[in-house]
């Protein structure tokens, strides 16, 4: 199946510090999705993107399918950014929808 | 209701022991999803459902486990003689008509067994 890895694994941050998030694929993707899990477990949807760049405030990001990869932009970060960033993709090759996560990057920011 | 939810937030239970978890998906999504997340660890699929039938249950780990979705909408995952390793948060997502659309997730059940 498609392989998914997230780097760096562990991030730290001091508030007020921008970063980069990447998500390496090993195959076509149909669907490529950002998550933030917050303290409480809760999947919090940032960005569906299976190609081009989106923003959404201080987060972007953006997808070259053709390059099998995606970068998570955090600028001006908070306290509450912290928490667990996943990328999500669907393989073309999948039926349906399903997704494959990678393992995460940890993010802390301090104040 | 607004978004997924899914019940109870918390089970505990004893091995060997029936359990079912319950998600309610999005109002109008017609495809359903499970995923289970280990301690540390990004979810893993187990099964997908577009409208009432399973449409892919290769994630499923094992024959102790079984889910249905007999209306379209709620989906009830069973897990027959449970075991310790079968502790995780089990998700649920939903998505709209198209195979291909945004996956929104519930809040997990967290499942404990002793």
């Known amino acids: 199946g498609i392989q998914v890895e997230q780097s760096p694994p562990d991030l730290i941050l001091q508030e007020g510090a921008n970063s980069t998030l990447r998500c390496n694929f090993s195959?076509?993707?149909?669907?490529l999705q950002w998550f933030h899990q917050n303290p409480w477990g809760q999947l919090i949807n940032l960005f569906y993107i299976p190609s081009g760049t989106k923003q959404n405030g201080r987060l972007s990001a953006t997808t070259v399918a053709t390059e099998r990869y995606s970068l998570l932009y955090i600028s001006s970060s908070q306290t509450t950014d912290s928490g667990v960033y996943f990328c999500a993709v669907s393989s073309i090759k999948a039926a349906g929808n399903k997704l494959t996560f990678g393992g995460g990057t940890r993010v802390l920011v301090k104040p | 209701g607004a978004g997924v939810s899914q019940t109870p937030s918390n089970k505990v239970t004893e091995k060997g022991k029936y359990v079912e978890l319950r998600c309610d998906p999005i109002s109008g999504h017609t495809a359903l999803y499970w995923y289970r997340q280990s301690l540390g660890q990004g979810p893993e699929f187990l099964i997908y459902f577009q409208g009432t039938g399973a449409a892919d249950d290769s994630g499923l780990p094992n024959d102790r486990f079984f889910a249905v979705r007999p209306e379209g909408s709620v989906s009830t995952l069973k897990i027959q003689r449970t075991e310790r390793g079968d502790s995780a948060v089990y998700l649920c997502a939903s998505s709209g008509t198209s195979s291909y659309n945004e996956q929104f997730f519930g809040p997990g059940t967290r499942l404990t067994v002793l």
């Open positions: 195959d076509s993707v149909n669907n």
